[in-house]
């Protein structure tokens, strides 16, 4: 359907005489004209920022607003406001489809201007991009709705069902290379569309709170199973608008296969924020033992019995002491310098530890449970 678009601007162009942009409701950018001009300043920094970005600041939203373009039924003459950085003044053509706007047709205005049969031939093929977004819009309530059952509705019957419900909803592309991503929290909707996504929904996020609270899934397609940057774009976009870290879980094929891919980039979700050397993004393949650990989390383990004691707040400092120790593989001198302490104070520390936990750190075992439940608290926060 990108295409679908793009040559409907195009057509405007050709129309018009000037690149055109095409932005849907919420002043994201779906398609735009080549640019071609030699004049520099038909490039200014509103077009080229919704071009490089794919959305308009909310200044620029707020002064084409104010011109009551939701409402009108056909071009609306924009003047320029160089305080919101709109050094060109602009004719913006509503997209309509039944009444409700869809979206908005941009041209940088210039004198003498399109006359009256030029803008009306632009109106008609607005109104045909109308139809194209609308469509589209139902399309993607009916793929949240499918989505979010093939990722919530559990193991058997229930489940087959609802990967069979969203493979017939996805059509042709349905067995293509994609990845799934998670971005919590989420406050709010899922947004209506995200630009190179198959599928958008709300989860419920276990761990929010005593409300519990929302994550947001999104299925993105991919062309090489090496390359994750298209879902890595997608995070980064998304958590402008919204949440704290994203996880990506590894490419898969098929719908059958979203329910362990889901979890796989809830776990790297998690990760990020218990571990800032991961980013705000991070892949599941580069978690390491957070892979498990996160599973241990989400079922709401919180840690042995044994060690719980070390989340008490009188005891932070040992929990970060031991937790530093082990990360180093126990060697004293390494985890010392990296306390910057002197090694006897790190020695009385995990001598503190074992008195509290009971634990014997000469031991492998009762390193590994440690190891384990001090990872596994940091991703309860």
């Known amino acids: 359907m990108k295409g679908d678009y793009q040559d409907l601007v195009d057509e405007i162009s050709a129309l018009l005489g000037a690149p055109a942009t095409l932005e849907n409701r919420d002043f994201r950018l779906i398609a735009f004209g080549a640019h071609d001009s030699e004049d520099d300043l038909a490039m200014d920094p509103v077009r080229t920022r919704s071009i490089l970005t794919r959305q308009s600041t909310a200044a620029v939203r707020a002064w084409f607003e104010a011109f009551d373009i939701a409402r009108a039924t056909g071009p609306v003459r924009i003047p320029a406001a160089p305080d919101a950085g709109v050094f060109r003044g602009r004719i913006c053509l509503p997209v309509r489809y039944r009444g409700i706007v869809q979206g908005y047709v941009w041209l940088l205005d210039q004198e003498p201007g399109p006359g009256p049969e030029v803008l009306a031939a632009a109106m008609d093929v607005a109104e045909r991009i109308g139809i194209l977004l609308a469509e589209e819009a139902k399309a993607g309530a009916d793929l949240s709705r499918e989505f979010r059952a093939a990722l919530t509705a559990g193991r058997g019957w229930q489940q087959d069902m609802a990967v069979a419900a969203l493979r017939m909803a996805l059509g042709a592309g349905a067995d293509g290379l994609h990845a799934v991503v998670c971005v919590t929290p989420w406050a709010g909707e899922a947004p209506a569309s995200v630009p190179g996504t198959a599928a958008v929904c709300t989860v419920p996020w276990p761990g929010s709170g005593d409300d519990g609270g929302l994550a947001l899934a999104v299925l993105v397609r991919l062309r090489s199973a090496e390359v994750l940057v298209p879902a890595e774009g997608v995070a980064t976009r998304l958590l402008a608008q919204g949440g704290a870290t994203a996880g990506i879980a590894e490419p898969c094929r098929g719908p059958a296969a979203l329910a362990d891919a889901w979890s796989q980039a809830s776990a790297a979700a998690r990760a990020a924020a218990a571990q800032p050397r991961f980013g705000t993004v991070a892949r599941w393949s580069a978690i390491g033992p957070y892979r498990m650990l996160a599973a241990l989390a989400a079922a709401g383990t919180v840690g042995d019995p044994a060690t719980r004691v070390l989340r008490e ?4 400092e040992l929990a970060r002491t031991a937790e530093l120790f082990l990360d ?20 009385y520390r995990l001598g503190r530890v074992e008195q509290l936990t009971g634990l014997d750190l000469d031991d492998g075992e009762d390193r590994l449970l440690l190891h384990m439940a001090l990872k596994t608290a940091r991703l309860h926060g």
Request: overall charge positive.
């Open 328 to 347: 180093c593989a126990g060697q004293a001198g390494r985890a010392a310098a990296a306390l910057g302490i002197h090694r006897q104070t790190l020695y």
């Open 313 to 316: 707040p009188a005891h932070r």
